[in-house]
């Protein structure tokens, strides 16, 4: 049972445009979001996160809103780059335990074209 | 960048044989954890540990096991490799629940 889903495998984006990525979840325990960028032959790098006491957080060009009742969340890349052409993840964790374990989204690959 | 390292980068093993995968990190952070990658799956956590001697399982440990005698080393081992096995596979550090986890460059097994 997927409880992180990235519905959309993959996503092409023109420079300068704005890139959505999108992630719904089902366990309504998870109260803390990230995103990772993934770059081939590497590892994952953390992007930006949200607590669900929030509903948005902004970190230079990168946005992640947070909608709880509809168990969603979105990056958005404005403007793309690019640079930017990566796997995406999203990932949730619950906080509270022995760790953050954290359940990962299957990814979309993002392609930003010239 | 974190300061994470894993070891080896590349591994080929044969059905049966075990193999140990190392992580090694300088933040002195308390939390450690192995992932595996495959297409369809995204991530899925091994096993972490939350302190020294301190492990659980994750959601996929079932041929997996770790141990961490130290804080900056936290090994997966493979007892008896299968080609189920045949992956990518990182391993994360963390500085507290509710913090960011940073992951290694990652070890590609293949089990032929």
């Known amino acids: 049972d997927q409880q992180v889903k990235q519905n959309s495998p993959s996503l092409s984006v023109q420079e300068g445009r704005i890139s959505i990525l999108n992630c719904d979840y089902t366990n309504s325990m998870f109260d803390y979001f990230l995103w990772y960028k993934k770059y081939p032959a590497e590892g994952p790098t953390f992007l930006i996160s949200?607590?669900?006491?929030?509903d948005k957080n902004e970190d230079g060009r990168f946005t992640v809103f947070l909608n709880k009742s509809a168990k969603h969340l979105s990056l958005h890349i404005v403007p793309s780059q690019p640079g930017d052409s990566a796997v995406y993840f999203c990932?949730?964790?619950?906080?509270?335990?022995?760790?953050?374990?954290?359940?990962f989204g299957t990814g979309t690959r993002l392609q930003v074209t010239l | 960048d974190a300061g994470i390292t894993q070891s080896p980068r590349h591994k080929v093993t044969e059905t049966g044989t075990p193999v140990t995968l190392r992580c090694h990190q300088t933040e002195n952070h308390r939390y450690m954890y192995w992932y595996r990658q495959d297409p369809g799956h995204g991530l899925r956590l091994i096993h972490y540990s939350y302190g020294v001697k301190d492990t659980d399982k994750g959601e996929v440990s079932d041929g997996y096991s770790v141990s961490r005698s130290k804080t900056e080393d936290f090994l997966l081992t493979l007892e008896s490799a299968t080609s189920s096995q045949t992956s990518v596979y990182f391993c994360?550090?963390?500085?507290?629940?509710?913090?960011?986890?940073?992951f290694g460059p990652g070890t590609r097994l293949t089990v032929t």
């Open positions: 990932a949730a964790s619950a906080v509270g335990g022995t760790a953050s374990k954290l359940t």
């Open positions: 994360a550090i963390s500085g507290g629940q509710g913090y960011e986890q940073y």
């Open positions: 949200i607590s669900s006491i929030k």
